[in-house]
């Protein structure tokens, strides 16, 4: 069986992708900055998912040496896995990295920080891994991207070949130069917007932010946004990463639930989770910026839940024979509990 490499494996998503492809007893090699990623069996406790930053968690300085792996199992004793250690933002230290690999599957990305490590890490980083990766003869190459190199705009069932890339900050205007290196390889790119599911830091703390603000208002606004749990998520990285020969109809997609959630759903999904009264009272949009502002809270996810952020992901679905599934309604349910005790402590 052929071995699987994954990058950014102790960060949001690559937990996901790597506790799926731990489920489907695919052989891995973990990739982090200092040594291999301890990976339990079980229910994650609250702290146990890291931020998926490569530089604090996934692509540090490697003391051990370029490409130096590292014996034992970082899974479970019936999952062959090993880790190596290397650093995106050391080129010298990926020499090896991925020798006797079949497929690449980058999750590791730089988020926020300052500009010359994004750089470092998301841009010439992933430049120099895909270059060892085809050095190695590596398969196939999967990198996971985002949907906001789109840039602010509305978007409504979007095809990603119909789109433009206008990244607003340095983190995507970096990942979208991962893009261009990982697609000029001939690899795959996939887009998600929203996702959500244990160890997330970035969405539902920031709506709980924003509701606390509110004091539980809602707008009642009815934008669309596409969203994908985590392990939803993991198993569509994975299943590009296994897809035939020729099965690949595009080099990039939208990874999203094909029937986007509202952002009425969404404020109603994190109330609840939090204990807060599901929100009824409706604000203006000039309403909501004034509390905002009033709470020195960033403008950006009113600016999200304001407009359509519905991205068409049915080629991907489609071109890998795989039936969605419930959506956000039954997925998000799933992580009440979890969201309910981590959020409640973030805010």
């Known amino acids: 069986m052929h071995t699987t490499m994954i990058t950014g494996a102790t960060g949001f998503i690559g937990r996901h992708v790597v506790e799926e492809a731990r489920t489907r007893e695919i052989p891995l090699r973990l990739m982090s900055r200092h040594r291999p990623p301890v990976m339990t069996t079980g229910p994650a406790a ?17 003391k051990n040496g370029p490409g130096n792996t590292v014996s034992g199992n970082p899974l479970t ?7 190596v250690v290397a650093d995106l933002a050391r080129p010298e230290t ?14 590791a990305s730089q988020i926020g920080g300052p500009a010359d490590v994004n750089e470092a890490v998301n841009a010439r980083g992933t430049a120099a891994l895909v270059a060892e990766a085809r050095r190695a003869g590596v398969r196939r190459i999967v990198y996971l991207s985002t949907a906001s190199v789109y840039g602010r705009g509305t978007f409504r069932s979007a095809r ?20 261009d290196a990982v697609r000029e390889a001939g690899g795959i790119v996939l887009r998600p917007h ?5 160890g997330d830091i970035w969405v ?50 939208h990874a999203a639930h094909p029937r986007p959630v509202t952002a009425a759903e969404l404020l ?6 939090m204990g807060l009264p599901v929100p009824r009272r409706e604000l203006t949009v000039a309403q909501v910026r004034e509390r905002l502002v009033a709470a020195d809270l960033p403008q950006l996810a009113l600016d999200m839940l304001a407009t359509d952020h519905w991205f068409d992901s049915a080629p991907l679905w ?19 509990e979890w969201y309910g005790n981590t959020v409640r402590a973030a805010v």
């Open 77 to 83: 004793a019936t999952v062959p896995a090993q880790g």
């Open 268 to 273: 109603r999904a994190v109330a609840d989770c």
């Open 318 to 336: 489609s071109d890998l024979g795989r039936v969605p599934g419930p959506g956000f309604a039954v997925d998000f349910a799933e992580t009440r």
């Open 204 to 253: 539902v703390p920031a709506l709980a932010r924003l509701l606390l603000a509110l004091s539980g208002a809602s707008a009642g606004w009815h934008a669309r946004m596409s969203a994908v749990s985590a392990p939803e998520l993991a198993r569509l990285v994975l299943d590009v990463g296994s897809a035939p020969a020729g099965s690949l109809t595009a080099s990039v997609y």
């Open 160 to 179: 990603a070949e119909a789109l433009d890339r206008h990244p607003g900050s340095v983190t995507s205007r970096t990942r979208a130069a991962a893009e």
């Open 46 to 62: 609250p702290g146990d998912f890291g931020s998926g930053s490569a530089v604090r968690r996934n692509a540090g300085s490697g």
């Open 194 to 198: 929203l996702v959500y599911g244990v």
């Open 94 to 107: 990926l020499r090896g990295a991925c020798d006797g690999v079949d497929v690449l599957l980058h999750c």
